[in-house]
C-alpha cells in the first residue's frame, strides 16, 4: 500500500518552455500533496503545499507563477514549470498524505522527476 | 535556519555491527518524527517514526530513540545489512499545531555498510 508515482521520470527540455510533473497517490485518497526539490547532496526542501480543491500554500522564496501546482482530485496533484531555466534543473519529488486512518500521518513519498533544461 | 540537524554527512560501519544515526532539532513544537531512506535518483522511503509521547519505537532492526529534553533523536539499525546502505533522512513535524502535516528535513546521512 500507499504507492504514489510520478510521471515523468525524467524530462529534458529547452530553456524557456513549460514542463508539467504529475504526482499520483495509486491505493489511497491523499487530502493533501507536497512537493519539494532536492539539489544535488543536499535535503529535501518543500516548495509547495497543496490541498484538493484549494489553492497551493508556497513555501517562502518559491515563486507562485513560476512553479503552478493544482491538485484537482484526490489522487492527482501536478506541478507545472513555467518558463525553464536551466537553474531550474533539479530533482522534483512529490508526496502525499491520506485522507484519515492508516495513511494519514506519514507522507508518502513518489520516485521523483529528474527535470534537465538546457 | 537549519531546524533539524544531521550534523554527520556520513557514517561508515561494518556488516552485522549497529549503525546509529542522529538528529538534533530546535522547534519545541516538533511533536513527530521520521526516518527515511533514500536512494540516489529515487524518493524517499518511509522507514520508522516517533511521536513525543513515546520515547522508543521499535520496528524489526529498526529502532528510534527520542530525547526530548536534549531535543536528539538517534536511529538505531542492528544488525547493519550492505543493503542498508543509503542516505538516511531525518524529518520533523508539528502534528498538533496548525496541522499541514508540513515536514522539514534534515541534510541526509549517507550510511555505507561494509562487508
Known amino acids: 500500500g500507499a504507492v504514489v508515482s510520478q510521471h515523468p521520470s525524467w524530462v529534458i527540455c529547452k530553456s524557456g518552455t513549460s514542463v508539467k510533473i504529475e504526482c499520483r497517490s495509486l491505493?489511497?485518497?491523499?487530502?493533501?500533496m507536497f512537493w519539494y526539490r532536492q539539489f544535488p547532496k543536499q535535503s529535501l526542501m518543500l516548495m509547495a503545499t497543496s490541498n484538493e480543491g484549494s489553492k497551493a500554500t508556497y513555501e517562502q522564496g518559491v515563486e507562485k507563477d513560476k512553479f503552478l501546482i493544482n491538485h484537482a482530485s484526490l489522487t492527482l496533484s501536478t506541478l507545472t514549470v513555467t518558463s525553464a531555466h536551466p537553474e531550474d534543473s533539479s530533482f522534483y519529488i512529490c508526496s502525499a498524505r491520506g485522507l484519515a486512518g492508516r495513511y494519514s500521518d506519514t507522507q508518502y513519498f513518489g520516485p521523483g522527476t529528474r527535470l534537465t533544461v538546457l | 535556519d537549519q531546524q533539524v540537524k544531521q550534523n554527520s554527512p556520513s557514517l561508515s560501519v561494518q556488516e552485522g555491527r549497529i549503525s546509529i544515526l542522529n538528529c538534533d532539532y530546535t522547534?519545541?513544537?516538533?511533536?513527530?518524527f521520521l526516518w527515511y531512506k533514500k536512494y540516489p535518483a529515487e524518493g524517499p522511503t518511509f522507514l520508522i517514526s516517533?511521536?513525543?509521547?513515546?520515547d522508543k519505537n521499535e520496528d524489526g532492526r529498526f529502532t528510534v530513540f527520542l530525547n526530548k529534553s536534549a531535543k536528539h533523536l538517534s536511529l538505531h539499525i542492528v544488525p547493519s545489512q550492505p543493503g542498508d546502505s543509503a542516505v538516511y533522512f531525518c524529518a520533523a513535524s508539528a502534528l498538533g499545531s496548525s496541522n499541514t502535516g508540513k515536514l522539514i528535513f534534515g541534510q541526509g546521512t549517507t550510511l555505507q555498510v561494509k562487508p
Open positions: 522547534n519545541s513544537m516538533f511533536d513527530y
Open positions: 516517533i511521536s513525543s509521547i513515546k
Open positions: 491505493d489511497f485518497q491523499a487530502t493533501t
